[in-house]
């Protein structure tokens, strides 16, 4: 009797067992999203008070808790700045919950944003990054991306002209400086210095740029790092809604309407959409002294998703157009080795013009089409898998100075030099919560593009192929979070290309593995440490390697060197955080890059000339670097309202085997901006008046007689940006005030690639325009 109630025990014991762990598999995912303005909300604390467990947002607003019980829960969520948000929810298997917190209108102003201040306590991130959303975003519509991108500590620009403009993470830049737009590894002809990424910047709810190579998700070549361009989330409320955003910029006489209108269908709530469209015109852009010949822009850009989102799985569907049609500033193209001297001796363009919107030869014509299509499946304790695949067709159509001479229309339309290439991406992931605080991303990547070319020869056809795999663990304490993983790739290119009469096709195959591995340490409830340390390499690109001729937008001619071998850089980086307290707040930033095998363009004289002109002229050569430097940033309350913000970035790049420094790195860079917010009332919120003083020393790190021009002197820049909102019920409207430039300064800067020709933009005032409903 006695043994058949023992079995009988250890039945119903079991059978509670099971049905406990049945019922103990889910899992509650979803998003931290500001409700002031609907942009993610990385790093904040989702906390299930009967528990006494809970997780954190990743940099994309996006969390996940594991092995939950069905049941009722109360959930708190919370983010420095923003009231917590408590919240009843029941679990019944796998549960979709996104938050909605509110920041205080005292930290919706803050002129510099930076990702490691908006921590939580105990949680922080291994890498180095920054963020720019909310209002900092709003006060750089109307600029480019890489403009844009310059108020992150350590982010320079590339500047080919007042109209192209690349980002540059710690002296690195091009091929070297990954960009995802949407999730999709941008790809484009994004290895030509004048080559601006083709991304209308309206898209973006979010910027984020991480520094160094630690992101292996996404691919082994981004040695510079990885800049984010995330769109905001779609709200969850049923109903339609957008925003219109008009700004204007006196210099140039540039204007530009941007709306978005999105909506999620009230008996379908799982369906959401969004369209987006962008128009900018400008013409000539005016230094304190004369305007710049032909260097207006055009540009009209759209974009679609639609969005099918459930609990356990969900589908998205994108599509975008860049369109830009910008001119090269006519004064670049010299005729002569004569007047090229005096062009480069002269402190006026040879060329002078007025003002018009018109746009003449030497010119470009961009187009960029982005199709993506993703999914994902949560599948509770069997992890989270995502799908992504994309297709991307770039056209860059280069326009010479001179026409041809035949005159007739095809002729005059007919691009001196015209390049095509489409790029195929798939991406697979896998994410696994194992628990004790213990996670696994798995993945896969695969790319393939070809590109073709039609007139004058600068860069050959080419075939491309690549896959790459990789795996990252991580674990999150209390107080240490450790985050290790590597990632091998294989990649084939076949070159097409004419030569003495036959056509070659020479083939390169290159494989090689990345790694990395990173810690967070908090110090205390304020202060944390961060130390990082990564391995990674990048093959060379088609131009390294074959280019030869007239580089038209970079008014130069260029060579290639078939015998380049791949890079191989080794990355450390150290960082010390202190988290806002009442009156301070900032974090410094070490790092150290070795990088063997570094391809670099260097000038060589003489200069060249061609059927074209006479044209500056640089060669790709190798040699071993180091990139070495600081990046700090510190915010002050000085007294309620007044906040005294500072950056500042330093950066020493030295071509080891020749002992000497390289070529074309930023100079020392800082920035201070003095913040004052006013309190709210009933019919304004979030006013604002920040004076900023930008100080760029010269770049006199260089080697001798190493260029057609000596670097420029260093120059110092006073701006105002000033801006306020009212509320309208539902609706908002917000208005900004900016002036660049504010005493109309004469200067050049090194990283513009014609500062051989003209000085830089003079004073620029815009009125900035943002009506949300």
């Known amino acids: 009797m006695l043994f058949r109630y023992f079995i009988f025990c250890a039945i119903m014991y079991y059978a509670a067992t099971v049905n406990v762990a049945a019922q103990c598999n889910a899992t509650m995912s979803g998003k931290v999203i500001d409700e002031h303005d609907q942009q993610p909300l990385p790093y904040a604390s989702i906390y299930i008070k009967e528990l006494g467990k809970g997780a954190t947002s990743d940099s994309l607003g996006n969390y996940s808790i594991h092995n939950l019980c069905d049941g009722i829960y109360t959930i708190i969520c919370s983010h420095l700045g923003c009231e917590d948000v408590e919240k009843t929810v029941t679990i ?22 930076s990702v490691e201040i908006l921590k939580p306590k105990l949680i922080m991130p291994t890498q180095s990054f920054g963020l720019i959303s909310g209002k900092d975003l709003e006060a750089t519509r109307g600029k480019t991306l890489g403009e844009a991108l310059k108020n992150v500590v350590g982010v ?20 070297r400086v990954l960009i995802l737009n949407n999730g999709v590894r941008q790809e484009g002809q994004q290895w ?59 210099n140039g006489r540039q204007g530009v309407l941007s709306a978005i209108l999105e909506g999620r269908f009230k008996k379908l709530p799982a369906l959401s959409w969004r369209v987006q469209g962008t128009g900018k015109m400008a013409g000539n852009t005016k230094t304190p002294d004369y305007y710049m010949k032909n260097t207006g822009v055009n540009e009209l850009n759209f974009s679609t998703e639609a969005n099918y989102k459930t609990g356990k799985w969900g589908a998205t569907i994108f599509y975008s157009r860049f369109n830009t049609k910008l001119g090269i500033f006519s004064a670049s193209h010299i005729g002569n080795l004569t007047d090229l001297q005096v062009a480069f001796e002269s402190p006026v363009p040879l060329e002078m013009a007025d003002f018009t919107y018109k746009i003449d030869r030497p010119s470009q014509h961009i187009t960029h089409d982005l199709v993506k299509a993703s999914a994902y499946v949560n599948a509770g304790n069997s992890g989270y898998f995502r799908f992504v695949i994309a297709r991307q067709n770039n056209i860059r159509s280069e326009f010479d100075k001179d026409a041809p001479l035949n005159d007739s ?66 674990r999150d304490g209390d107080k240490l979070q450790v985050e290790a993983g590597i990632r091998y790739d294989l990649k084939w290119m076949t070159v097409y290309k004419w030569e003495n009469n036959v056509i070659i096709s020479p083939e ?28 990674a390499w990048r093959p060379p690109a088609v131009n390294e390697l074959f280019s030869d001729g007239l580089h038209h937008g970079a ?86 309202g007044l906040h005294l913000i500072s950056k500042g970035s330093i950066l020493r790049a030295r071509n080891v085997s020749a002992d000497e420094y390289l070529v074309m790195m930023p100079a020392d860079r800082f920035e201070n901006t003095l913040n004052y917010k006013f309190a709210d009332s009933k019919k304004v919120k979030a006013t604002y008046v920040a004076l900023t003083m930008l100080n760029v020393l010269k770049q006199w790190r260089v080697p001798a007689n190493s260029d057609y021009v000596a670097p420029p002197e260093g120059y110092t820049l006073f701006g105002i940006d000033a801006g306020t909102e009212f509320p309208m019920g ?20 090194y990283l513009n690639r ?20």
């Open 92 to 113: 019944s298997g796998n549960t979709l919950q996104d938050f909605f917190p509110e920041h205080h209108s005292e930290m919706l102003q803050e002129t510099v944003v």
């Open 156 to 175: 320079n620009s590339l500047q080919t002209g007042t109209s192209v403009s690349k980002p540059i993470i710690h002296g690195m830049h091009s091929n």
């Open 192 to 250: 030509g210095s004048e080559h601006a990424p083709e991304i209308d910047p309206f898209v973006a709810g979010s910027l984020i740029v991480v520094k160094g190579a630690n992101l292996l998700r996404y691919g082994s070549d981004a040695i510079g790092g990885v800049i984010i361009v995330d769109p905001s989330p779609i709200s969850d409320s049923t109903g339609i809604g957008g925003q219109v955003n008009i700004v204007g910029f006196s």
């Open 409 to 474: 229309l095809a002729a005059l339309n007919k691009p001196a030099l015209l390049f095509k290439i489409n790029t195929y991406t798939t991406d697979l992931s896998w994410d696994k919560y194992f628990g004790n605080d213990i996670s696994l991303s798995i993945g896969i990547n695969g790319i393939t593009q070809g590109n073709q070319y039609e007139g004058r020869f600068f860069i050959p056809n080419f075939r491309g192929y690549g896959t790459g795999a990789f795996a990252v663990a991580r």
């Open 508 to 535: 390169y195959q290159f494989n090689n593995y990345a790694a990395s591995v990173g810690g967070a340490y908090r110090i205390t409830s304020k202060l944390d440490f961060k130390l990082n340390a990564a391995t």
């Open 555 to 640: 008014a130069s001619v260029e060579v290639g060197d078939r015998t380049l071998k791949p890079e191989r850089a080794y990355n450390f980086t150290a960082s010390l955080n202190l988290e806002r307290t009442k009156k301070f707040s900032g974090e410094v930033s070490a790092y150290y890059n070795y990088i063997s095998d570094f391809i670099y363009l260097a000038p060589v004289q003489p200069a060249t000339l061609t059927i074209k002109g006479a044209f500056p002229t640089f060669h790709y050569k190798q040699t071993n670097a180091t990139f070495k430097g600081v990046d700090a940033g510190f915010d002050w309350n000085i007294f309620k």
């Open 730 to 749: 539902k609706q908002k409207l917000s208005v900004g005030v900016g002036v660049n430039n504010l005493l109309n300064r004469v200067y050049r800067d």
């Open 754 to 773: 014609f500062r051989y020709f003209s000085d830089e933009a003079g004073i620029n005032v815009s009125i900035r325009l943002n009506y949300s409903f």
